[in-house]
């Protein structure tokens, strides 16, 4: 089967740029996560996803950043404009739910901003 | 509050001895899971063991078990024949109640010396 797929693997942009990432994720999960990580902040959660509909997007920085969710098989994380300081890498993870709901995570985007 | 902390940032093993990895929580709900995921130099998170709160046994996954001490709040992660592979970051989370959000720690560097 195939894992979570993320889209592109690296990205570099100018500061003020649009960037967007995105996610397919494994067939049959109803739950879908964008996580970013640095060194200075770690794993951090920005916002997920139920069948479709955003639940928590209280993680997301600002409102650079929107995500999206249009089917159960793709979701987009769009920063506008990006900045130095989105540098990240960006991890779509996904999770069928039930009693131990463990999210399986994408190869993640490296996304640098100059 | 932080609620997952894991104190050793970096860590040196034999290779084919055992290794201990510690993860302490903090939550006041009941009803948590708990989590450990690798992440090896090539970036991907993997998902490697799951504790319940109410599991009466404590987890294990071939050469990982998960020793779970539910009245210190802690969740040690436990290798054992540590091999050149094993060498990554380790990361403890946790979910807590009924949601589905994981909240990672600051991650565990374990290095596997020939």
């Known amino acids: 089967d195939a894992g979570v797929i993320q889209s592109p693997r690296h990205e570099v942009t100018e500061m003020g740029q649009e960037v967007t990432l995105r996610c397919k994720p494994i067939s049959g999960h109803d739950y879908l996560f964008w996580y970013r990580q640095t060194m200075m902040r770690g794993l951090e959660l920005l916002i997920y996803?139920?069948?479709?509909?955003?639940?928590?997007d209280s993680g997301m920085p600002e409102d650079r950043f929107s995500a999206k969710m249009p089917n159960a098989s793709f979701s987009t994380l769009k920063i506008q404009p990006s900045e130095p300081r989105d540098s990240a890498v960006y991890f779509c993870?996904?999770?069928?739910?039930?009693?131990?709901?463990?999210?399986?995570f994408g190869p993640g985007t490296r996304l640098t901003v100059t | 509050a932080q609620k997952i902390t894991q104190t050793q940032p970096g860590m040196f093993v034999q290779e084919k001895e055992a290794v201990t990895l510690d993860c302490t929580y903090d939550?006041?709900?009941?009803?948590?899971?708990l989590f450990w995921y690798k992440q090896p130099s090539s970036g991907e998170m993997i998902f490697l063991i799951y504790q319940g709160s109410y599991d009466q046994q404590n987890a294990t996954e071939g050469r990982y078990s998960l020793n779970f001490q539910k009245a210190r709040k802690s969740a040690n992660l436990v290798i054992s024949a540590s091999q050149l592979g094993d060498s990554a970051m380790y990361f403890c989370a946790m979910r807590d109640g009924a949601g589905n959000m994981l909240t990672f720690g600051g991650g565990t560097r374990l290095m596997v010396k020939p």
């Open positions: 993870a996904t999770s069928g739910g039930g009693y131990q709901g463990e999210q399986y």
């Open positions: 996803f139920n069948n479709n509909v955003p639940i928590d």
């Open positions: 939550t006041s709900d009941p009803s948590y899971g």
